[in-house]
T-cell receptor
Framework: GENVEQHPSTLSVQEGDSAVIKCTYS??????FPWYKQELGKRPQLIID?????GEKKDQRIAVTLNKTAKHFSLHITETQPEDSAVYFC???????????FGGGTRVLVKP | GAVVSQHPSRVICKSGTSVKIECRSL??????MFWYRQFPKQSLMLMAT?????????EQGVEKDKFLINHASLTLSTLTVTSAHPEDSSFYIC?????????????FGSGTRLTVV
């Protein structure tokens, strides 16, 4: 089955700096890669996603890059703000499948 | 669009009792729903895939007789934790995906924090 590794597990950045979270996946058949933000006790919220026919996608301060050859994808948050503090999860989905496989999560702390 | 409602948000029950958690898709039909369990500071662990009108598919290591799943309609799936024990205490969260071809991703319910005393 699919295996998704996520690094780092914790990330502390100064407000205004950038944050980068990296994920690798094992199954080359995976073709959809969403990123979720989860605040304490709340539901995961989709913040950005990318499909395998695209190498990069950007939405304001958030961007995701995908390297299919290397089977890794990354989340980039620029100009971080305290409200960006949360746990971020990457995930991967196979084209023919239905189940999302999640990474282990990254706890991001943005210090004012 | 694509709102998933989950109830209750919190429940405390006594050991040995059963607890039912509901997951509803409010503005779309969900042919497939997913049930996850999340331990503190950990990732989401898929427990089972709930398919409307058919039996749920359980992940390896998940006891189907303990975690009963019913998906009787296109908008409702339920998870019943039977004969609950303290080790079943956790955050349970459902997710729904609309029919293939619809522009719906995976939408999560708000989660249920179960405490078994």
């Amino acid at each position: 089955g699919e295996n998704v590794e996520q690094h780092p597990s914790t990330l502390s950045v100064q407000e205004g700096d950038s944050a980068v979270i990296k994920c690798t996946y094992s199954d080359s058949a995976s073709n959809y890669f969403p990123w979720y933000k989860q605040e304490l006790g709340k539901r995961p919220q989709l913040i950005i996603d990318i499909r395998s026919n695209v190498g990069e996608k950007k939405d304001q301060r958030i961007a995701v890059t995908l390297n299919k050859t290397a089977k890794h994808f990354s989340l980039h948050i620029t100009e971080t703000q305290p409200e960006d503090s949360a746990v971020y999860f990457c995930a991967a989905l196979k084209a023919a499948g239905n189940k999302l496989t999640f990474g282990g999560g990254t706890r991001v702390l943005v210090k004012p | 669009g694509a709102v998933v409602s989950q109830h209750p948000s919190r429940v405390i029950c006594k050991s040995g009792t059963s607890v039912k958690i509901e997951c509803r898709s409010l503005d779309f039909q969900a042919t497939t729903m997913f049930w996850y369990r999340q331990f503190p500071k950990q990732s989401l662990m898929l427990m089972a895939t709930s398919n409307e009108g058919s039996k749920a598919t359980y992940e390896q290591g998940v006891e189907k007789d303990k975690f009963l799943i019913n998906h009787a309609s296109l908008t409702l799936s339920t998870l019943t934790v039977t004969s609950a024990h303290p080790e079943d205490s956790s955050f349970y969260i459902c997710s729904a995906r609309g029919p293939r071809g619809a522009n719906y991703g995976y939408t999560f319910g708000s989660g249920t924090r179960l405490t078994v005393v």
